[in-house]
């Protein structure tokens, strides 16, 4: 049975565009509501336990790299069919391939700098959501 809780995380490269006000308004537009955000930086370390799961693929290190170049807002957030809904409003992975409306279609710069991460499974959001927020930072 799904879970109303899902986690995303919006990527360097749209904070340091300035997009993340625009990003949290179409989320919350979309009915979803904030349970916890923060913005911060992950250093290389911490982006290679986040990614974990990657690491033997080609891309991992780039990836950590990226995700450790600068500030990021992490947040988990609530609603009905909160992962499945969620993976809808962001758009696929690809912006190129992303519905009109989507995040990524507005705001993602390629496939590696896509602008947001979104949780794929009720696991995986759970899991996400505790590797940035304490039980205590999660209302």
Same mark, same amino acid.
């Given at each position: &049975?799904?879970?109303n809780k899902t986690f995303t995380m919006i990527k360097p490269d749209a904070v340091k565009d300035g997009h993340a006000g625009s990003i949290i308004k179409l989320i919350e537009a979309a009915g979803f509501r904030i349970v916890a955000?923060?913005?911060? !930086? @992950?250093? /290389?370390?911490?982006a290679g336990e986040f990614y974990a799961v990657h690491k033997e693929r080609p891309f =991992?290190?780039? @990836?950590? !790299? =990226? &995700? /450790? /170049?600068g500030a990021i $807002?992490? &947040? $988990?957030?609530e609603k009905e069919n909160a992962v499945a809904d969620f993976r809808t409003l962001i758009g696929a992975t690809n912006p190129a391939n992303a519905e009109e409306g989507t995040i990524r279609k507005l705001y993602a710069i390629s496939m590696e700098k896509?602008? $947001?991460h979104g949780s794929d499974s009720d696991e995986n959001a759970a899991i996400e959501g505790n590797f940035f927020f304490s039980h205590v930072e999660q209302f």
């Open positions: &049975m799904p879970t955000l923060k913005k911060t !930086q @992950l250093t /290389s370390e911490r =991992y290190n780039d @990836l950590c !790299q =990226y &995700m /450790s /170049s $807002i992490p &947040m $988990i957030l896509n602008a $947001i």
